[in-house]
């Protein structure tokens, strides 16, 4: 993933936080992102969740009680998921190489 990070940095790709301000999605007058960078972290991240590579996963969570808004999360085991729901940003190949 030091590679991929490394890759996505020199070929000037923004970062998923950079890449949001840029576009407007987030804007935070506490911070600029301007200089934010890929990192291990942020590429790992990525490739562990599922939706990159075309699955939906739901039953995450789940309310602590009927009526109210309090959730409780579920293991990551017992979430549903639905394959090839769509189509992927990531391919399956490359997801498992580098996971």
């Avoid at 790992?44 to 039953?59: C, T």
Wanted: proline share 1%.
């Amino acid at each position: 993933m030091h590679v991929l990070s490394k890759e996505f940095n020199k070929d000037g790709i923004s970062c998923p936080e950079k890449y949001m301000q840029e576009s407007g999605i987030f804007v935070s007058d506490k911070k600029n992102y301007s200089d934010s960078v890929w990192t291990v972290d942020s590429v790992s991240r990525i490739l562990h969740i599922e939706v990159y590579i075309g699955n939906l996963m739901y039953g995450k969570s789940r309310a602590k009680d009927t009526g109210l808004k309090q959730k409780i999360n579920i293991a990551r085991d017992e979430w549903k998921r639905v394959e090839g729901t769509h189509k992927a940003i990531i391919d399956k190949k490359a997801e498992k190489r580098y996971r």
